[in-house]
Structures are given as C-alpha cells and as structure tokens.
C-alpha cells in the first residue's frame, strides 16, 4: 500500500506510475475521500477545542450559582456531533483504505518503462543453450515415456493441470528440493521455514494477494481460509504487525511449500507439461531489509536463486521487468528464465522483486535502528530459488539423451543415489 502522503502531495507521480503500469484507474476518489476525511477531522477537532473551553466554564458558574442547564446542553449537543464525525471519519477511512489497496505500487525510477513483457530488458546470460545431435523431446513425452509422470491419472483424480510424480519422478522432485534448500541454509545463510499452507485473509491482504487477485486463489469455502500460492505470503506475515530489530537486518528466510494457483485468465497457455500447474512445488526466498540497502539486497538475493541453475549447470538469462510486466506489488522485479529446448526460448523459473515498502505498509512491519529511534516502514523482498516442477523440466529437457534416458545433474547424485534415469 501506497504512503497517503503521496496520494496527497504528489497525486501526480501515483498517475504517472499507473499510465506506465498501463492501469487505467482514476485515483481522484481517493483524493476526494482523504479531502473530506481532513474537512471532519479539523471540524471534529474544532468542536473538541469548543467542548474544552465550555469545560472550563462549568466550575466558574457553578461557584457564581449560575444555571448550567444550557450550557450542559450545548456540550451534549456537541458531544453528538463529534461522535457522528468521529462515525463518518471511520467510515471514509475503511472507504479510503479499500480503494488504497487497490494501487499498485509505484516502479522504481531505473525500471524500463515498456508496455509489456517484449520490452522486458535482458541484464545477463549464464552459459549457452546445449545443441542436441537429435530431436529433443518436450519433458512431458520423456516423463511420460520413462514412467516418472503421469498426467493422466492427475487430471482423473483431480483435473487438468495435475500432475501424478512416480518412481525417480517422484524421487527427482525431493531432491531438486533437499539441494534448494541445503544451498540456501548451508551456503547463503537463510534459515528455514515450514510454513502452513492455509492463511487467512489478513495475511493475503498483507502480501497484495487480496483484493486484486481473489479470482487466482484457492478459498476453504468452509473457514475463510485461503491455499497459499507461494510461501512469499505466510513467510512475509510472520512479522505482521511486529516492529523488528534493525541490528539483526536482513533478515533471511527460505521456505520450500506447495503452492495452489487457480490460473484464472490462462486458458490455453502451458497446458502440457509442468510449467502451468494449479499446484505446483517452490521453495521461496523473503528478505526483510532496511530501506537503505534494500536494492543491494535485491541483487544478493537474485545471485542467489541463479546460483542453483550455475550449480545445476542450465543455461538461463536474467531480465529486468518493464512497467508494463511488472508486478502489482513490486517496485523493481528480476525474472530468471532457464532454457527450455522445447520452447525453443527462455522460461521464467524465478521472480526476485524488491517491493520497498508496499508490503510492509500493508501487513505493518517496522523496525527501529536503535532503542530510541521512530519505528519505520521495512523493505520487503521475494524470490522464487527456485519452481521446484519447472526446474524437474528443465533438468529432463537439458540433460536428456539419446537413447530416451536423462542424465542426472552432477550435484544431485548424491540425492537421487543414480547417475541416469532410464526406462525400465
């Protein structure tokens, strides 16, 4: 959420951001409605002034042996009209607050102004695409031909775009996982989370999930409760409503967690394969930083989710989002994409943003410096390190051979317990 600071001196950077954003959302309501929320509050605080003043006045009369009836009615009188601007003020504030969390935040100034993903800008390459002395199959035949996925049987027991791991699939996925994780707590010094899948609706608020993104998520019609889509949002609201220790910042965590995405508005997009799936497995990366040196921290946090593609040695590029691509709750956002031979292109499998202080406006996550110190807004940031099932895509595409076998990554044999995944 926006500071209203903002909304109110400068309403025209708010605007520019969303042209650029290509959001067509008039703010002038709001404006209007922090207007009006300032006219009664210096009306209730005038009123309040008046009712101190005709206080005063009561002992003074009373020792006079005047008649307080009047003025005793003048002060309920006012004290009505205070609670019926204190009522309207609550009422504008939820008002104000609702369309609030309607904005998305504002880009960063070095952000590539673009109207969508075709003006993304390439910041770096890792490695070259591997030329096959065969026809590379898509991951979804080798999976299927080797017996380690099944889609059908996920689509019977549950629908389209679920996927049924088996054997060294199976087998595969955990140690793409256990090799995330170990890399992030033993080398790049996270510490890890297990989170619940289920949150509630403030911690979605928290994160920007909700309201805007209410049709992509999973509901438990029964309790309130909602599936998470990544563990970015049960992570990010541990400290919700906390004010943090600003010596012990950044504060660094790695989560691994299933994720649940209705994918509303992706029909026909990925609809083979692991790429687009309503439930899917990431391990997630969240940073709580002081604000200045939270972009320092967004590049730290970048290099350390491309650090297990380099280790896993895929080939893969990193762009800068542009406004028009960005998200709706980041200020600046890197997309690692891996190589994929059967898209013949570069697959996004990781999102790392710095969302400033967006988040943490939303979810009320401070920190103080020192003891002494006025408690102020975290930066919050997030990244995927990395989509669990893309990168199992990734590996059967890239390392496939041949003879119909995949060749196992030289840092996860010790994981797997095998070199290759053969058909039986």
């Known amino acids: 959420m ?3 600071k903002i909304l109110r001196n400068d309403p025209d950077r708010i605007r520019r951001a969303l042209k650029n954003r290509n959001n067509d959302l008039d703010i002038t309501p709001a404006i209007e409605l ?6 009664l509050l210096a009306d209730a605080e005038q009123k309040k002034a008046k009712q101190n003043e005709i206080t005063k006045q009561i002992p003074v009369m009373k020792k006079a042996g005047e008649n307080t009836d009047e003025i005793f009615a003048q002060m309920r009188e006012l004290s009505d009209e205070i609670k019926e601007d204190n009522a309207k003020i609550n009422e504008i504030d939820e008002e104000l607050r609702s369309f609030m969390l309607r904005i998305p935040n504002i880009p960063n100034d070095d952000v590539p102004v673009g109207a969508d993903d075709s003006e993304n800008v390439e910041i770096r390459k890792f490695s070259t695409p591997r030329q096959f002395d065969f026809e590379p199959k898509a991951h979804w035949d080798i999976g299927t031909e080797l017996d380690i996925l099944d889609f059908d049987r996920g689509a019977k027991i549950a629908g389209s775009r679920f996927t049924v791991y088996k054997g060294l699939g199976a087998r595969l996925e955990r140690s793409v996982i256990q090799f995330f994780l170990n890399t992030h707590t033993g080398e790049s010094g996270y510490t890890e989370i297990f989170p619940p899948y289920m949150v509630n609706r403030a911690s979605m608020t928290g994160t920007g999930q909700l309201p805007k993104f209410e049709e992509d998520a999973f509901k438990v019609a029964n309790n309130g409760y909602f599936l998470i889509p990544t563990a970015e949002v049960p992570v990010t609201n541990l400290h919700r409503d906390e004010i943090l220790d600003g010596t ?9 967690s299933a994720c649940f995405r209705a994918e509303a508005g992706s029909a026909g997009r990925d609809t083979r394969g692991l790429i687009r799936q309503h ?6 990366l969240v940073k709580f930083a002081d604000p200045e ?16 593609l380099q280790k896993l040695g895929i080939a893969y590029r990193v762009v800068c989002l542009s406004t028009g ?3 709706f709750s980041s200020a600046k956002t890197y997309d690692i994409e891996v190589w994929m031979p059967s898209y013949n292109r570069y697959v996004e499998i990781s999102s790392c943003s710095n969302f400033e202080d967006y988040q943490a406006r939303r979810a009320n996550i401070r920190f103080k410096r020192d003891v002494k110190d006025k408690a102020q807004y975290v930066h919050t940031l997030n990244g995927s390190g990395l989509a669990v099932g893309r990168t199992v895509a990734a590996i059967l595409e890239n390392y496939q051979n041949a003879d119909g076998s995949v060749s196992v990554p030289e840092v996860l044999i010790p994981y797997m317990n095998t070199d290759k995944i053969s058909k039986k």
């Open 279 to 284: 439930q899917f497995n990431k391990v997630e």
């Open 2 to 4: 926006l500071d209203i």
């Open 293 to 308: 040196k939270s972009y320092e921290e967004l590049e730290k946090l970048t290099n350390d989710a491309e650090k297990l």
């Open 248 to 256: 012990k910042l950044p504060i660094k965590y790695c989560a691994y």
């Open 34 to 39: 922090d207007l009006k929320r300032r006219a």
């Open 325 to 327: 691509d960005l998200g």
